[in-house]
């Protein structure tokens, strides 16, 4: 399975940019798929996730009402719409899949996926 992310890249703080992940190599018909990021010197944290069973969704509280994730219809791809950006969401930001079996309470676990893309960086200038 490969997970390919794209749309990172430089804005202001206020701007908006669109994240996207395609995975190939199989099918995600009952999992799950999700963005983590890493800001330079600090740990890996959880962002939004998407479950494709009823597509219910979590979001990190710093980005609700902000960031929106999306599946996109018929294909294991899932888009972040990323907006009002702050300098404090500057990262790399991490896709990641789970293809079956992702429970609600885990969709926040890093631990809960099985694959991981190479991530894309999101700079948000002040």
């Known amino acids: 399975v490969q997970l390919q992310a794209s749309g990172g890249g430089l804005v202001q703080a206020g701007g908006s940019l669109r994240l996207s992940c395609a995975a190939s190599?199989?099918?995600?018909?009952?999992?799950?798929m999700g963005w983590f990021r890493q800001a330079p010197g600090k740990a890996r944290e959880f962002v939004a996730a998407?479950?494709?069973?009823?597509?219910?969704?979590a979001y990190e509280d710093s980005v609700k009402g902000r960031f929106t994730i999306s599946r996109e219809n018929g294909k294991d791809s899932v888009h972040l719409q990323m907006s009002f950006l702050k300098p404090e969401d500057t990262a790399v930001y991490y896709c990641a899949a789970k293809s079956r079996g992702m429970i609600i309470s885990a969709m926040r676990n890093a631990a809960a996926y099985d694959y991981w893309g190479q991530g894309t960086l999101v700079t948000v200038s002040s």
């Open positions: 998407i479950r494709w069973s009823g597509g219910a969704t």
């Open positions: 190599g199989r099918t995600f018909s009952n999992g799950a």
